[in-house]
């Protein structure tokens, strides 16, 4: 993750393994307690092609929501 970056994770199509998706998709972002706009602006990349739901994906907006809860505390 370079940059700072939260990347989403998907399994590819066809394969077996698992890649750095395009974004994350709206029910991941919805059941991490965020709105889309909420989520745009915090930078999170939202993929409207996506329909599945990962909860290692869910998590990693969980812990970003709580970053930026903090860091705005400072």
Known sequence: MG???IKAMVRAPRK???????GFSRK??????L???EAKRLGVY????RK???PENVE???????????SEHE
Do not use: N, P
């Not at 077996?16 to 395009?22: D, L, T």
């Not at 991941?28 to 307690?33: K, M």
């Not at 939202?46 to 092609?49: L, N, S, T």
């Open 3 to 5: 940059g700072g970056e």
């Open 16 to 22: 077996k393994h698992v890649r750095v998706g395009r």
């Open 28 to 33: 991941e972002i919805l059941e991490a307690g």
């Open 35 to 37: 709105t889309l706009s």
């Open 46 to 49: 939202i993929d409207v092609r």
């Open 52 to 54: 599945s739901l990962w």
């Open 60 to 70: 990693k907006l969980k812990r970003l929501i709580d970053y930026k809860k903090s």
